[in-house]
């Protein structure tokens, strides 16, 4: 049914759209045909010169049980977010640490300061790009005694920006899949039947709890199941787990080369735009 207030992704759409393409769609009128007639898209967007935009958004749920150890992860892990004796110039630094990865017997706080402890020992040598596994000795009062925890390091570099540090959740349960499975047929849909120059699925992770490069994947691996997703020319990832409490939001583009695109907004105002197109060579569809 058309809704009858403005969702809450509006304006989550609205800053994406006000930088998309090098700004070229800022002023582009917005209907929101969504909001007024039923199974239609979201939004499509017309510029000046008449081209067309329709974008679907979505929300990516992680896992059944999500909010309950995203509590327990918050409250031991919190401290290493943002944290300025872990923040470099120009360094993007993600730190993913599995879901369920302390057993019962371990103190959640004390995890959390002896990885924040152990990151302040060895982050200064985490300059290379790319992702990195490392296994570290946590909790070394428990009964049980310490506990080895695996984490990954994950490194972007970010040209003429401050820098920063933040954490994500790995290991995601093997219900993801039917998350995004779900959101796929549910959206897909009504997406490809509507008639643009351009067709754009935009996928939101409002938790800590997931990573863009894994919802890609799964995208990916459903791809066979989904033959329309050809008909879709980008699918973007929103990362707003932080937009509330910091201020911050993420878009990236990603396709079989990595990451292409990024964009990152502080309190609505673009601050960093990266584009890789020039560096990674021709397109490369997985779907």
């Given at each position: 049914?058309p809704v009858?207030?403005?969702p809450?992704?509006?304006?989550?759409?609205?800053l994406?759209?006000?930088?998309?393409?090098?700004?070229?769609?800022?002023t582009a009128?917005l209907?929101?045909?969504?909001?007024?007639q039923?199974?239609?898209?979201?939004v499509?967007a017309?510029?000046?010169?008449?081209?067309?935009?329709?974008l679907e958004?979505?929300l990516?749920?992680?896992?059944?049980?999500?909010?309950?150890?995203?509590?327990?992860f918050?409250?031991a892990?919190?401290?290493?977010?943002?944290?300025?004796?872990?923040?470099l110039?120009?360094r993007?630094?993600?730190?993913?640490?599995?879901v369920?990865?302390?057993?019962?017997?371990?103190?959640?706080?004390?995890?959390g300061e002896?990885?924040?402890?152990?990151?302040?020992?060895?982050h200064?040598?985490?300059?290379?790009?790319?992702?990195?596994d490392?296994?570290?000795?946590?909790?070394?009062?428990?009964?049980?005694?310490?506990?080895k925890?695996?984490i990954?390091?994950?490194i972007?570099?970010?040209?003429?920006?401050?820098?920063?540090?933040?954490?994500?959740?790995?290991?995601?349960p093997?219900?993801?899949?039917?998350?995004v499975?779900?959101?796929?047929?549910?959206k897909?849909?009504k997406?490809?039947?509507?008639?643009a120059?351009?067709r754009?699925?935009?996928?939101?992770?409002?938790?800590i709890?997931l990573?863009?490069?894994?919802?890609?994947?799964e995208?990916?691996?459903l791809?066979?199941?989904?033959?329309?997703?050809?008909?879709?020319?980008?699918?973007?990832m929103?990362?707003?787990?932080?937009?509330?409490?910091?201020?911050?939001a993420y878009?990236?583009?990603?396709?079989?080369?990595?990451l292409?695109?990024?964009?990152?907004?502080?309190?609505?105002?673009l601050?960093?735009r990266?584009?890789?197109?020039?560096d990674?060579g021709?397109?490369w569809?997985?779907?």
């Amino acid at each position: 049914m058309p809704v009858k207030s403005p969702p809450k992704e509006r304006p989550i759409i609205e800053l994406f759209l006000s930088a998309y393409e090098n700004d070229t769609w800022k002023t582009a009128s917005l209907d929101w045909v969504e909001e007024k007639q039923d199974g239609a898209v979201e939004v499509i967007a017309t510029r000046i010169d008449s081209t067309t935009l329709a974008l679907e958004h979505t929300l990516i749920q992680p896992f059944v049980g999500e909010k309950f150890d995203s509590e327990k992860f918050i409250k031991a892990f919190s401290r290493i977010e943002r944290n300025p004796d872990l923040i470099l110039p120009e360094r993007h630094l993600n730190l993913f640490i599995p879901v369920h990865a302390i057993p019962k017997g371990y103190d959640w706080e004390e995890v959390g300061e002896d990885l924040l402890a152990w990151l302040k020992q060895n982050h200064l040598g985490m300059l290379k790009e790319g992702d990195i596994d490392h296994v570290v000795p946590v909790g070394h009062s428990s009964k049980a005694g310490p506990l080895k925890l695996n984490i990954t390091v994950q490194i972007m570099n970010l040209p003429g920006m401050a820098g920063n540090c933040l954490i994500a959740r790995s290991g995601m349960p093997d219900n993801l899949s039917a998350n995004v499975e779900k959101a796929l047929r549910t959206k897909l849909p009504k997406l490809v039947a509507t008639a643009a120059n351009k067709r754009i699925l935009m996928l939101e992770r409002d938790k800590i709890a997931l990573g863009d490069s894994r919802i890609y994947r799964e995208v990916v691996a459903l791809a066979p199941k989904f033959p329309n997703l050809s008909f879709v020319d980008e699918i973007w990832m929103a990362h707003t787990a932080i937009l509330a409490s910091e201020g911050w939001a993420y878009f990236t583009l990603m396709d079989g080369r990595g990451l292409v695109e990024l964009l990152t907004f502080e309190n609505g105002a673009l601050k960093q735009r990266r584009d890789d197109r020039p560096d990674l060579g021709p397109p490369w569809r997985e779907f």
